[in-house]
């Protein structure tokens, strides 16, 4: 009954919590004899880390993983490899006012109405720093990808969206999205984020953003109908990611307004291969890879922990009011970017291996 494990044939685990003194995840079906080092997910990690700008909370956690385990001079063994992170800043007094109440936005209630029990403190197992070790294990599983697939895969993400500010896809610049601390393909969007989140966080309230994850080189095949197909994983993956209320593949709601003669993606011959038009579907069609780009987006809400004070209630039944102390994003979904790319490649290698086992390599 336990679901804190994702994936089949490539399958992690995670475990702790904010607060407590490490995380840590097992990441299980690793082929044997992949070259991985520490410093290989650690460059995953310093993607996603905290405190890297004013936009980001500012909880200071260097997040330097060790591999404990399934790792024999430089390569993979096939058995089960662990990763640990320590949590080295910790403030469990910020959430001192709050241990007996639920905070609106967040699980404490519905934890508290399972369990019967909650770690406070953060959020415990519900916060969002449980995502460092989901891009540790993605940073694994791009391994597997590389020695699959080569270096004609790649995976990236973007924000394409924060509050009602969306980019420009006429100045989308993959380039662009290391250049600032948004994850912005869109310079121009960039600086208008800059003035937006500034008012958000100085009036004590936060904002949602939408996040775009693209994987390039995908071979066409990958997914497994009826009820595993890659979309449907890609859709779960996403979900399972704090704070996401959304996800679309390809054009998503959008395809609700296009006309049937044009959402279709139309198909020629180059050479001797299919080449497709567009690309409406995703690059997933019948919940099996077509060979396109695939393209997922997911909307993520705006942070829960706020200044601003709330309504709310408390263990006892009380009504009361919510302040939310402590370090807190003002807009989760910057942060979410890394983690969006690394369930991406959990899925993409979880399926590749599926599909060796079925059809062959």
């Known amino acids: 009954m336990a679901s804190n494990s994702f994936g089949e044939a490539f399958r992690f685990t995670t475990w702790g919590e904010s607060h407590g003194p ?4 097992v990441v299980d079906g690793v082929p044997p004899r992949l070259p991985i080092s520490e410093p290989d997910i650690q ?14 909370t500012q909880r200071q956690e260097p997040d330097r993983v060790k591999i404990l385990s399934g790792v024999f001079e430089g390569q993979t063994t096939g058995t089960p490899i662990g990763l640990v992170i320590e949590n080295t800043d910790q403030r469990s007094k910020d959430y001192g006012d709050i241990m007996s109440r639920f905070r609106p936005g967040h699980a404490d209630y519905t934890y508290e109405a399972k369990y019967g029990i909650r770690d406070y403190r953060g959020g415990g197992r519900s916060s969002a720093r449980e995502t460092a070790m989901r891009v540790a294990a993605g940073a694994v599983a791009r391994k597997v990808l ?3 697939l080569g270096n004609a895969f790649h995976i990236r993400g973007a ?3 924060v509050g009602p500010h969306k980019v420009n896809r006429d100045n989308w610049d993959w380039d662009e999205v290391e250049r ?8 121009d969007a960039a600086e208008t ?3 937006f989140l500034d008012d958000v966080r100085k009036s004590g309230s936060s904002a949602g953003a939408v996040v775009e994850i693209v994987a390039e080189g995908v071979p066409a095949g990958l997914g497994e109908p009826v009820y595993g197909k890659l979309d449907s994983d890609l859709a779960a993956a996403m979900m399972t990611i704090n704070a996401v209320k959304g996800v679309e593949i390809g054009d998503g709601f959008a395809a609700a307004e296009i006309p049937g003669h044009e959402a279709a993606d139309e198909m020629r011959m180059e050479g001797d291969r299919p080449v497709f038009l567009s690309n409406h579907a995703g690059g ?3 919940g099996i890879s077509s060979g396109q780009p695939v393209v997922v987006r997911f909307a993520v809400k705006p942070t829960s922990s706020i200044l601003t004070p709330r309504r709310s209630v408390d263990k006892d039944g009380n009504e009361v009011d919510v302040v939310t ?7 989760v979904g910057i942060r979410a970017v890394p983690v969006g790319e690394a369930m991406m490649a959990c899925v993409l290698a979880d399926h590749l291996m599926r599909h060796a086992a079925q059809c062959g390599s």
């Open 43 to 56: 460059f995953f990690l310093d993607r996603r880390k905290p405190g890297q700008s004013r936009f980001t």
């Open 284 to 286: 997933v069609l019948g």
């Open 193 to 195: 984020w800059t003035g």
């Open 325 to 331: 102390k402590g370090r807190h994003d003002p807009c």
């Open 159 to 161: 924000l394409v969206q």
């Open 146 to 148: 590389a020695a699959r």
């Open 180 to 187: 600032n601390p948004f994850w912005s393909p869109d310079k």
């Open 22 to 25: 490490a995380i840590g995840c």
